[in-house]
C-alpha cells in the first residue's frame, strides 16, 4: 500500500496560483508545487448519462476510520460514522454554508457544498457546478460532515461566495484534484486543499492514521494534504474490509479484515 505519491501523474514544477478568497494569502508570492493533469476519482461508478437515481447500497460497517495529523496536530478525523439521510431528509437539516457528504459502498465519497435553495455547488467530472442536492445525490445517503475539518471555518456568507463564484470552472482552469478538497477549500480557505502548492520534496509532514480496530492502527505519510486526502478516498472507496484485507496481506499479517 504505501505512500501513493508514486501513483500521481505529473507534467512539470511549475507556478501555481495560490491566491486565497478575498485576498487573504498569509505568504506573499507563490509557491513552487508539481502540477498534477486533473483526475477523477469519486465519479468512477456513476454513468453521468443514466438518469437513473434508484437508492444506492450503503453499510456504516463498510466505512472507513481514520484521521490526518500534521506535524502530530489533528486536522481530520472520522472514527464514529455520523448518521445519514435521505437527500429528502437532509434538506430539513441544511443551512447554507454547510458541507454535504454523498455516500455509497463501493464509491469514493462525494462533497459538495450547500448555498440555499435546495441547491449545491460541487466539483463533478473535471467541472464545479450548481445542482439541485436531490440530483447531486445520484441515489446516494447524505450527511453533513462539517465537523470532520477541525480547521476554523469561514462565516457562512464567505462559504457560499467561495463556492458560487466557481461555478463554471472547469478542467484546467481547476486549482483541486477532487470534490471534497474543492467543498473543504469553499469553507476553510486553506490552501492546503490547492493542488500544487505543497512542495513535495523532503519531510512528510503529514500521517494518515487508519483505524483497523480499537487497539490496532495503520500509518502512512505525506508531503501534502492533497496526496494525504487522495490517499483516504482511495481507502474510502475500497472499503473497510478490502483495506483490512490489503494492510493483512501486505505489512498486518495479523489483522484480522472480519473483526468489529
Wanted: net charge negative; proline share 5%; with cysteine.
Amino acid at each position: 500500500m504505501g505512500n501513493q505519491v508514486d501513483k500521481l501523474s505529473h507534467q512539470s514544477y511549475a507556478e501555481v496560483p495560490t491566491v486565497e478568497p478575498n485576498g487573504a494569502d498569509p505568504d506573499d508570492g507563490s509557491r513552487i508545487g508539481v502540477s498534477y493533469i486533473f483526475s477523477n476519482d469519486e465519479d468512477d461508478a456513476v454513468d453521468e448519462e443514466d438518469p437513473s437515481q434508484e437508492e444506492k447500497l450503503y453499510s456504516r460497517y463498510e466505512e472507513v476510520e481514520c484521521a490526518v495529523y500534521h506535524r502530530g496536530e489533528c486536522v481530520f478525523e472520522k472514527r464514529c460514522s455520523p448518521e445519514v439521510y435521505s437527500p429528502e431528509n437532509l434538506l430539513n437539516k441544511c443551512k447554507a454554508g454547510d458541507l454535504v457528504e454523498f455516500v455509497a459502498t463501493g464509491q469514493s465519497p462525494h462533497w459538495a457544498v450547500y448555498v440555499g435553495d435546495f441547491q449545491v455547488v460541487h466539483l463533478h467530472r473535471a467541472q464545479v457546478k450548481s445542482s439541485f442536492l436531490t440530483d447531486a445525490s445520484r441515489g446516494r445517503r447524505c450527511r453533513i460532515v462539517n465537523e470532520l475539518y477541525r480547521f476554523r471555518a469561514l462565516s457562512p456568507d464567505v462559504v457560499v461566495q467561495n463556492a458560487v463564484e466557481q461555478v463554471g470552472l472547469k478542467e484546467r482552469d481547476l486549482s483541486w484534484r477532487n470534490s471534497e478538497c474543492f467543498a473543504a477549500w469553499c469553507r476553510f480557505a486553506r490552501r492546503e486543499f490547492k493542488t500544487g502548492v505543497e512542495v513535495r520534496i523532503g519531510e512528510r509532514p503529514y500521517q494518515l492514521k487508519v483505524h483497523l480496530s480499537d487497539k490496532r492502527s495503520h500509518v502512512l505519510h505525506f508531503q501534502s494534504l492533497e496526496d494525504a486526502v487522495m490517499e483516504k478516498r482511495r481507502n474510502e472507496h475500497l472499503g473497510r474490509t478490502a483495506v483490512c484485507r490489503q494492510l493483512w496481506a501486505h505489512s498486518l499479517p495479523r489483522v484480522d479484515p472480519s473483526s468489529p
